[in-house]
Structures are given as C-alpha cells and as structure tokens.
C-alpha cells in the first residue's frame, strides 16, 4: 500500500509540475536607452496632469501636495489646486499660474494676486525643456533598471540613479541641493516613453514625487478676475 500511494504523489507532483503556467520574468529595458526615449518624449510635451507630493520635511518649499493641468500652449500656465504651508498652517487653495504670477483663492472664486509664483514655487518650470523634468531626466548618471511596475494603470520600468544638484535645483529651487541625489523615475514601457512619475530624495524621508498623466491633452488656463 505504502508503494502504491508513493507511486500516486510522485505521479501527481509530475502533473501539477507540467502544468505550471510560470515564466521566465521579461528582461528589463536598458536605462540609458529607456531615458533617452523618455527625454525626447517630454521635451516635446506641450500639457499633462500633474501631481506633486512632499513628504517629509522640505525648508522653503511651501506645497505640500498640488493637483494640476499644465500647459506650455500657448503659454506657460497651470490650473488646480495646493495644500501649502503659511503661518505655519497648511492651508488649502485653489490656484492658478500664468504669465509668472500666482493667484490663489482661500474660498471658492475669491480670488488674490499673490505676486512671483516662484516665491513660493513656480511648478509652470516642469515643462520647460531646459530646466525642467526633460533636463532632470538628462542629468541621470548611474542609472539603473530596477523593476516592472503599473502606476495608475501605465506598464512602467522603474529606474533608479542619481541627479546632478543643477537639475533638481533648477526644477526645485527650494531643496538647494549640493550634490548629486538619489532619483527614481517611472517610464511608461511602452510607446512614446512617457516619464510617469519622478521621486527626488533630498535626504531620509524627505523626498518630493511628481506624477504624471493625461500627456498632450487640451489644457485651457484663463486668468482669474481679481
């Protein structure tokens, strides 16, 4: 009895085994080659969704998160809406950049020309293809292919690296950076490449992530009536 239930287990193990549906994982695309594809690809954005998030602690950024159209037609402008930081409370606004001038409202269309956007942080500078995500994406040396992963949806590669203080200060002016920084950005896998996401460490625990979505979809920013 004790050979015919061996016999019974070893010939169901053998079953079960050649039934497996597992696959060898895919190979990941090679950084260098994905980042140049994903360069050219955001230097030619003319508007997406945006989502920025700061965790942690960031001296002089004042955003703590923001939700917004951006485009660069047929000029710079972003509407949406921030949690920000003022008077040591975090206060949520609706906003509106353009032509380099914030304007917030504390309560739904009452509205205030707060001055420079860059005084508190001008995110119209993400589109900019000389100083904005497509001169981060650039500046990534020692980049490295880390994983498949799906964010909202989108098939990206996750790559790992670092980016040149130049880059990130000239994209995040507030986190002052002194040297090269530890960045994760997230590529679409797939055709044209699209950068989905950006994560910049300024250092434990605090990091700023962008998001993007909506690549190339008309954007119509009107100045508020003040």
């Not at 955003?63 to 809406?81: E, H």
């Not at 001008?122 to 040396?141: C, F």
């Not at 699209?194 to 009107?222: F, H, I, R």
Request: charged residues 15%.
């Amino acid at each position: 009895m004790f050979a015919v239930l061996a016999t019974v287990f070893a010939a169901t193990a053998l079953f079960l085994a050649g039934c497996s549906s597992s696959k060898p994982s895919e190979p990941l695309p090679d950084a260098p080659g994905l980042l140049q594809q994903s360069i050219q690809a955001t230097k030619a954005l003319k508007s997406a969704h945006l989502e920025i998030t700061v965790n942690g602690t960031i001296p002089g950024l004042a955003v703590k998160t923001l939700s917004g159209d951006l485009t660069n037609v047929p000029s710079v402008a972003i509407s949406g809406s921030s949690t920000i930081t003022m008077g040591g409370s975090d206060v949520d606004i609706q906003l509106v950049v353009i032509d380099g001038t914030l304007y917030a409202a504390l309560t739904p269309n009452n509205w205030l020309d707060m001055g420079p956007a860059a005084d508190i942080y001008d995110p119209s500078v993400i589109l900019n293809p000389d100083e904005g995500l497509a001169n981060m994406l650039n500046s990534i040396t020692d980049a490295k292919s880390e994983a498949s992963e799906t964010i909202d949806g989108v098939a990206t590669v996750k790559i790992a690296g670092k980016v040149s203080a130049d880059a990130v200060n000239k994209l995040i002016p507030p986190l002052k950076a002194t040297g090269p920084l530890p960045a994760t950005v997230w590529i679409q896998k797939d055709q044209p490449h699209q950068l989905v996401q950006a994560k910049v460490d300024q250092s434990e625990g605090n990091s700023v992530l962008l998001t993007m979505s909506a690549w190339d979809k008309p954007v119509t920013v009107t100045k508020p009536a003040v």
